[in-house]
């Protein structure tokens, strides 16, 4: 009896909301296919590429070999241009982010998977990852259709800055920008080294000393990413009270900063190797992670 009821309940909440039963079940498996799996694991190997380069030209700066490019993606997008097929392998990149930003997309429609998925934060979180990684795979896109001038980070944050300081309470809204940068960056490295990642691994397809590797490279890769968000937020912040625009830094920017603090280019060379860190860890969860 108590089944037959169950069955009845259901059946009535499917005639109360059709959508739920047909479109909207449609739209969630087409979400959770194969198509965005393929898309978010060609993403995440796409986004590994991008920081294993910038970590390899922080280091050249933090070395001083590092000349006039910019450790950020720009950088690392002119960088894989130079190699052989090298036009063919920054569509590939460019594609691969598209595909990152559908999957977010999905995440930010449908929910997440794993525990909390499916919150309203989360699915936030996931909108802002989508059009952050919509605006990434178009500056990639762009720099292999077009004369492949691309501007870098900082010329980008200072226009941007500059722009913004000139709205109604534009300091304000600009130190606010700069405290969410800071507070992302601080929360990146708090998930890392508290490896909340875990909950999103297939653990069950990795041996003990996989998820070892795979701890370490989260762990140090996690906690790099996040310093280098944080101390961006901090220049954005400095150039909202200062009214000045020329102080708000991109990622190469940033990544120099690091060479002029007393650790001189030590702390430099130790968050290069942290970022090429976290570009491995990205391309071990397009093989690990659930989708």
């Known amino acids: ?42 993403g995440l ?38 190699q052989p097929f090298g036009e063919a392998l920054v569509w590939a990149i460019g594609i691969g982010l598209i595909g990152m930003a559908v999957w977010r997309l999905s995440e930010a429609l449908f929910g997440a998977s794993g525990p909390g998925g499916r919150k309203a934060s989360k699915r936030a979180l996931n909108a802002g990852r989508c059009v952050f990684y919509g605006f990434v ?49 601080v929360g990146i490295g708090v998930r890392a080294a508290r490896r909340t990642f875990h909950k999103h691994l297939e653990k069950a397809r990795m041996s003990r000393r996989v998820q070892r590797v795979v701890d370490v490279l989260g762990v140090t890769g996690g906690v790099a990413r996040g310093l280098v968000y944080a101390a961006a937020g901090v220049f954005v912040v400095i150039a909202a009270v200062d009214y000045d625009p020329g102080k708000a830094k991109g990622l190469d920017g940033t990544l120099r900063a690091l060479a002029g603090t007393p650790a001189g280019p030590w702390l430099l060379a130790l968050v290069a190797l942290g970022l090429a860190v976290f570009g491995l860890f990205s391309v071990a969860l397009a093989r690990y992670r659930r989708v």
């Open 137 to 185: 795979a178009f500056s990639v896109l762009t720099f292999v259709t077009s004369s492949k001038n691309s501007e870098g980070s900082d010329a980008t944050s200072r226009d941007l800055t500059s722009r913004a300081l000139e709205l109604p309470l534009g300091r304000w809204l600009v130190g606010l920008a700069g405290l969410v940068v800071l507070g992302v960056g």
């Open 45 to 82: 190997v796409a986004r590994g590429t991008i920081y294993l380069l910038i970590g390899v030209l922080a280091l050249r700066i933090a070395t001083g070999s590092g000349g006039s490019r910019e450790a950020d993606s720009s950088g690392a997008v002119q960088e894989l241009a130079r």
């Open 1 to 42: 009896m108590a089944t037959g009821s169950s069955a009845i309940r259901g059946w009535l909440r499917t005639r109360r909301h059709p959508a739920r039963g047909t479109g909207a079940a449609r739209a969630r498996r087409a979400a959770n296919g194969s198509v965005v799996g393929t898309g978010a694991r060609w």
